[in-house]
């Protein structure tokens, strides 16, 4: 084979120089050799590409004289780099590689090989995808689940020629084999490792089984290709369609008349003892087809846009994005549940507490109103004796005058004062009861600013009217008039009750003609009232129940009176206290109210 091969080429050579001179005297005597450099796709290593391609070396330097041809050796990404830096003139290389650099480079074809194996030039190569004669695989789809070896995902028959076969069997190669490995030139390694059961499968280009197995590099039993297709006419097994031979391209770059005689000459050259020869360049359209199909090469923006294409690449990611949308909403429905229940649950609990806070109100409001009911029913009496006095003066004043009248003592003035006198009187029994309505009237409470002398002394009157037995003691001593904000009729009713406690306290200890003091004082902030009698006291242990409800020592006693006073002086802003007496005589009560000046500091 070798021989054969040095032969031809000599005979190439000489054939090349003789025509080269008959043909193109003009170049032949050409002074200086430029050297013109062929890159070649070395899917095979370096050194196969020296071996099989210096034919075509040999012919062209034949047959265009004045020019060095040199080849060089690329793998797919140097020859691209090659190509995009000018630092070849032309490239032979696959149909998949070559319509990549025809869309992004400018490469143009200017002829097709013609392998003694192929149809023609158009159905010249194709994928093998080989198996080991005993392996249980028969069809592409079953592929699927397998380790599967390959050049690369840029080589055209040792990966997508194969590709585009698997998809249309249902198997995606890049999702659907469990291991896909690409192993990169020379090709004959994936051969020698399925073989070697370290993959099921391998993708390679065709014819090159049937060469090493020629070559005697393996077995002819070892090893078949799957899924063969019945190519008539084609020598070799393919797993796949056929897809033109590769072809020789010129550059941008490389000048015009350069390309025409290196085309004019591979078109003459004639077929190698090996059957290779060289046509008219082929259409690579099926090469482009394949491309759109696999969203490859000029087609890969398809790969990206594609609903589905981002669904199959992104699905994982996808899903835990919605995995976390999911528990998103989930919780959030969740919270706002939870922050609905719990705003109905505070708005029932607050409802609930103003249903309590007015019920409280309300039955606050009917204590004190019974509490003073109560004052005035044990006033009762005394009340209408009060009114007795201002009635019993009207009547001696109206008799007198009647009398005068009688005896025609018709004088102008005594008659004046007599009427004089019966107006005072009566407008002092209004008074009197204007005092008892106000009191006993079931109202709500008005906080106001009033004078607390005046309301004290008022208080006081009512009650020294009503018991005239009792002697009070009273001597505010401020000119001044003491301003609080409070309730008028709520000071009296205290006031009352505390007058009425010292009152009972005296009768109980016999001696209920004592006096009982009420002092006045101003302090800093507060007036202080206390209320002092000689009255029984209380035993030290009843100081701790004084002012809680229902405790009473009395027969007829309710024990409110004292705990609602406590209540009324509170809400005002004051204290109620109670201490005995230093010299162990009688209790003293004494309350307090803010000044009103000082509220606005509260
Ligand atoms: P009531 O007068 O209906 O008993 P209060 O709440 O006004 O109700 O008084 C409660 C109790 O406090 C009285 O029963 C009495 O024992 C005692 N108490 C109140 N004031 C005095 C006082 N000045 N001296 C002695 N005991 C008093």
Redesign the pocket.
């Known amino acids: 084979m070798f021989l054969l091969r040095q032969i031809f080429r000599v005979v190439a050579l000489l054939m090349g120089l003789g025509l080269g001179l008959l043909l193109q005297p003009s170049l032949a005597g050409a002074g200086d050799t430029a050297t013109v450099r062929i890159g070649v796709l070395a899917y095979k290593g370096a050194e196969a590409v020296q071996e099989d391609w210096s034919y075509v070396r040999d012919w062209l330097e034949a047959r265009i004289p004045g020019h060095h041809f040199v080849l060089l050796d690329f793998d797919q990404a140097g020859l691209t780099r090659a190509v995009q830096e000018k630092t070849i003139d032309f490239v032979i290389t696959n149909s998949g590689h070559y319509v990549v650099l025809e869309n992004n480079d400018g490469a143009s074809r200017i002829a097709t090989i013609e392998s003694p194996w192929a149809l023609s030039p158009r159905q010249s190569i194709g994928s093998a995808i080989v198996v080991r004669s005993d392996a249980r695989l028969h069809t592409l789809a079953d592929l699927a689940g397998r380790h599967v070896l390959a050049v690369g995902p840029d080589a055209f028959g040792g990966y997508q020629i194969a590709a585009r076969e698997l998809l249309q069997a249902g198997v995606d190669p890049e999702h659907d084999l469990t291991d896909l490995q690409f192993t990169g030139f020379p090709v004959q390694k994936i051969v020698h490792a399925v073989r070697a059961g370290q993959a099921d499968a391998g993708i390679i280009r065709t014819c090159l089984l049937e060469q090493m197995i020629r070559s005697g590099e393996i077995g002819a039993g070892e090893l078949r290709v799957l899924a063969p297709i019945d190519t008539r006419g084609f020598q070799c097994q393919t797993s796949s369609r056929l897809y033109p031979d590769w072809p020789f391209a010129a550059l941008r770059h490389t000048p015009t008349e350069l390309s025409k005689r290196v085309a004019m000459a591979l078109l003459a050259m004639p077929r190698t003892a090996d059957g290779y020869s060289w046509t008219i360049p082929s259409d690579y359209q099926i090469v482009g087809e394949l491309f759109r199909e696999l969203k490859i090469g000029p087609y890969a923006y398809l790969r990206l846009w594609t609903f589905e294409g981002v669904l199959r690449r992104y699905w994982g990611w996808m899903l835990l994005i919605l995995a976390l949308l999911v528990v998103w909403a989930v919780h959030t429905v969740r919270v706002e549940h939870l922050v609905s229940q719990r705003t109905r649950a505070l708005r029932e609990a607050h409802e609930e507490q103003r249903r309590m806070a007015e019920e409280a109100r309300v039955r606050q409001a009917t204590l004190d109103h019974t509490a003073r009911l109560a004052i005035l029913g044990e006033m009762a009496s005394a009340i209408a004796h009060e009114l007795n006095q201002p009635l019993a003066a009207i009547r001696n004043f109206a008799r007198g005058m009647a009398r005068r009248i009688t005896a025609g003592r018709l004088e102008p003035a005594p008659l004046q004062e007599g009427t004089n006198e019966i107006v005072a009187q009566s407008e002092r029994a209004a008074s009197i009861i204007r005092n008892i309505r106000a009191f006993a009237q079931k109202r709500a409470s008005e906080q106001q600013s009033v004078d607390l002398i005046a309301v004290l002394g008022e208080a006081i009157a009512l009650f020294t009217g009503a018991h005239p037995q009792a002697r009070v003691i009273w001597q505010p001593g401020a000119a001044q008039p003491a301003r609080v904000i409070a309730d008028p009729v709520k000071i009296q009713q205290v006031m009352l ?2 007058l ?3 009152l ?2 005296q009768q109980t200890a016999g001696h209920a003609q004592e006096p009982i003091e009420v002092r006045f004082r101003a302090e800093a902030s507060a007036y202080l009232i206390t ?1 002092r ?1 000689s ?4 035993e030290p242990g ?1 100081f701790a129940h ?1 002012f809680e409800p229902f ?4 027969p007829e ?7 609602l ?1 406590k209540g009324i002086i509170e809400s005002f802003g004051g204290t109620l206290s ?1 201490a005995a007496n230093d010299d162990n005589a ?2 003293s ?1 004494w309350f307090s109210l803010p000044m009103e000046e000082s509220q606005g500091d509260i």
């Open positions: 009750n505390l009425k406690n010292a009972d306290a209320v009698d009255g029984c006291g209380l009843q004084l405790f009473t020592t009395k006693g309710l024990g409110l009176g004292l705990s006073s109670a009688g209790l009560v």
